[in-house]
């Protein structure tokens, strides 16, 4: 895996045990440590990454599903509700990481931080 995709994952990650606050949680500065982006390094990493992953899937969905003055598409719903269940099968860094990737488009579509992302 790339530096890029671990530092995609990191900021994934962080973003979203910040979500209600002015930032992203510091690097590891989630209660588990799963924040950062050397969880990311190595197959051998492949089942804390995917618990970072989908916990902050939980987290996101949560906040925007949850939320009664967003709209959010019904195919878009499915969508984000399936995307934990896939990051929790997934079996590569590779399949995991365009998991985050797709969530995070259908993500922005209905939130956006009150920080600037990267």
């Keep these: 895996m790339s530096v890029t995709d671990g530092l995609k994952y990191e900021t994934f990650v962080r973003c979203a045990f910040g979500i209600n606050s002015d930032s992203p949680v510091g690097r590891g500065?989630?209660?588990a440590g799963l924040a950062e982006a050397d969880i990311f390094s190595g197959a051998g990493n492949l089942?804390?990454?995917k618990?970072?992953?989908a916990y902050a899937v939980a987290i996101?969905?949560?906040h925007i599903l949850n939320n009664g003055d967003i709209e959010i598409a019904d195919n878009d719903y499915q969508r984000m509700v399936d995307i934990f269940d896939e990051i929790v099968t997934s079996t590569t860094l590779s399949e995991l990481i365009q998991l985050v990737d797709e969530y995070t488009d259908l993500r922005k579509r209905y939130h956006t931080f009150s920080w600037?992302?990267?």
Excluded: K
């Design 47 to 49: 089942p804390r990454a």
């Design 60 to 62: 996101y969905n949560r």
């Design 29 to 31: 500065g989630d209660l």
């Design 51 to 53: 618990i970072g992953a």
């Design 116 to 118: 600037q992302e990267d």
